[in-house]
């Protein structure tokens, strides 16, 4: 992930630690990165902390993508927004996830092409694209990260786009709040009419009424602010 137009704030002098210390941190976040035998020094040397707040638009379609951010704490949603305003997600990058537009900008020297924004608070390790590709071309442990990161996101991406494609607006809400629900081990939601339209690209109108048909049918119960799954 990149960042552009509001500066970063550089908080290297209060998050940085020792190598150690951050090498175990990845290896927890990142099981491929795992390994004692790794030159941690020449990936971990050269690279800075970055924090972000919460919502703030991080990257934007003419953004140019100059930095590779692997996101220590917190999550960025990657949309894209129609020209009534409309948004549908594509993927959202947490904790030792890789964003796979970025990576094809900074290679293609490419604009970023969608819209990013942090959801809360983000801690990330930043590499200039410079250093990136020096990682990439002499750590192959990093390099084999990278490569099956962006493999799995890939996937992720066609297996949204076949959802849409190959599903009703029903199934894919309802799968969409099961899976929140799995997510957060709860049956009680919290989010509301307009996040559920912008998840998934369609109009608040039209997610209420498939919402009060699935509470007609006894599936869900409808909240002030919450969506109670009752199945």
């Known amino acids: 992930m990149s960042v552009s137009e509001e500066?970063?704030?550089?908080v290297?002098?209060?998050y940085r630690a020792t190598i150690q210390s951050l090498q175990n941190k990845l290896s927890q976040l990142c099981p491929q990165l795992a390994g004692t035998d790794l030159d941690w020094g020449k990936l971990l040397g050269p690279a800075e902390f970055v924090e972000l707040p919460a919502d703030m638009l991080v990257m934007q379609p003419d953004s140019p993508c100059q930095q590779f951010m692997l996101i220590v704490e917190g999550s960025v949603r990657v949309y894209q927004q129609s020209p009534d305003d409309r948004e549908?997600?594509?993927y959202r990058s947490y904790c030792g996830e890789l964003c796979v537009m970025s990576i094809n900008g900074m290679l293609r020297r490419k604009e970023f092409g969608a819209f990013a924004?942090?959801?809360s608070r983000v801690l990330a390790l930043t590499l200039s694209r410079e250093q990136f590709m020096h990682a990439m071309a002499t750590l192959p442990f990093f390099c084999e990260f990278v490569l099956t990161s962006?493999?799995?996101?890939?996937n992720d991406v066609l297996q949204m786009i076949?959802?849409?494609?190959?599903?009703?607006?029903d199934t894919r809400l309802m799968c969409h709040l099961g899976r929140m629900s799995r997510e957060t081990s709860s049956?009680?939601?919290h989010l509301t009419h307009q996040?559920?339209?912008r998840e998934l690209g369609t109009s608040r109108e039209v997610i209420s009424r498939i919402l009060k048909a699935f509470e007609r049918q006894g599936c869900i119960r409808l909240k002030r602010g919450a969506i109670q799954i009752t199945l």
């Not at 962006?150 to 890939?154: E, H, K, Q, Y």
């Open 150 to 154: 962006l493999t799995d996101r890939i």
């Open 12 to 14: 290297s002098q209060n």
């Open 7 to 10: 500066p970063l704030q550089s």
């Open 187 to 189: 049956d009680t939601l």
């Open 195 to 197: 996040e559920l339209a």
């Open 117 to 119: 924004k942090s959801e």
């Open 88 to 90: 549908v997600t594509l």
């Open 162 to 169: 076949e959802q849409t494609v190959f599903n009703s607006l």
